[in-house]
């Protein structure tokens, strides 16, 4: 935890310097990705109690979090496998937000490249 705290914190400050880097951004996106799933499963243990809705919403919004950092990756990279890499994640997590346009945009954009 401590290590993923030094790394958000070095992502931030490289996008404070350019918000358009995308290695910071796509690693900044797994990351907060990965905190959106782990509370996801959080909630699936709270199914049917207090405080699964709440729960559900803060996994949704790491989510969207990770999704703008894949989103600023694909389009400012010029390197195509972290262009791909990106395009599969966002595919992924629009599926889990139930954005399925969007999954599929990304799923299009993804096999294109």
Same mark, same amino acid.
């Given at each position: 935890m401590?290590?993923? *705290? &030094?790394?958000?914190?070095?992502?931030?400050?490289?996008?404070?310097?350019?918000?358009? #880097?995308? %290695?910071? %951004?796509? %690693?900044?996106?797994?990351?907060? &990705? #990965?905190?959106?799933?782990? *509370?996801?499963? #959080?909630? !699936?243990?709270?199914?049917?109690?207090k405080?699964?809705? &709440?729960?559900?919403? !803060?996994?949704?919004?790491?989510? /969207?979090?990770?999704?703008?950092c894949?989103?600023? *990756?694909?389009?400012n990279?010029?390197?195509?496998n972290?262009?791909?890499?990106?395009?599969?994640?966002?595919m992924?997590?629009?599926?889990q937000?139930?954005?399925?346009?969007?999954?599929? !945009? &990304? /799923?299009?954009?993804? #096999?294109?490249?």
């Open positions: 401590k290590n993923e *705290t &030094a790394a958000v914190d070095y992502y931030k400050k490289a996008i404070a310097v350019d918000a358009n #880097e995308p %290695n910071a %951004n796509f %690693n900044l996106g797994r990351i907060i &990705a #990965e905190k959106g799933n782990s *509370t996801m499963k #959080e909630a !699936e243990k709270l199914w049917g109690k405080g699964y809705q &709440a729960k559900v919403d !803060e996994g949704k919004g790491y989510l /969207k979090q990770a999704c703008a894949f989103e600023i *990756t694909a389009k990279s010029k390197d195509k972290l262009q791909k890499n990106s395009y599969f994640n966002l992924r997590l629009y599926a937000l139930q954005q399925m346009d969007k999954s599929k !945009e &990304a /799923k299009l954009q993804y #096999e294109s490249i």
